[in-house]
Nanobody
Framework: VQLVESGGGLVEPGGSLRLSCAAS????????MSWVRQAPGKEREEVAS?????????GDSVKGRFTVTISKDNATNTVYLQMNSLKPEDTAVYYC?????????RGQGTQVTVS
């Protein structure tokens, strides 16, 4: 299993980022995929997950903001996280994760800094 995240960076409050995760080594279309994040000194938390059928679920930290969208492309084995209207509290390392929850196999992460 290999998960490689990209797309993080430094963005001003109110800005947008689109994270990507290239997956390989397993049958991508048959697994739920998630994005989790971990800020310094805080526990890891799930941001969003997407089912095999493409149905998204969002974590409590972003639910209701309508500014986060998870999607996937089974043709390219890629999962995306579009984040708009970013806030400083969204600063964290974002990980692509196999399955749901915070304990799944993760990539190396991509740093998102909102400042």
């Amino acid at each position: 299993v290999q998960l490689v995240e990209s797309g993080g960076g430094l963005v001003e409050p109110g800005g947008s980022l689109r994270l990507s995760c290239a997956a390989s080594g397993f049958t991508f279309s048959t697994y739920y995929m998630s994005w989790v994040r971990q800020a310094p000194g805080k526990e890891r938390e799930e941001v969003a997950s997407i089912s095999t059928d493409g149905i998204p679920t969002y974590g409590d930290s972003v639910k209701g903001r309508f500014t986060v969208t998870i999607s996937k492309d089974n043709a390219t084995n890629t999962v995306y996280l579009q984040m708009n209207s970013l806030k400083p509290e969204d600063t964290a390392v974002y990980y692509c994760s196999l399955g749901i929850g915070v304990a799944g196999i993760r990539g190396q992460g991509t740093q998102v800094t909102v400042s």
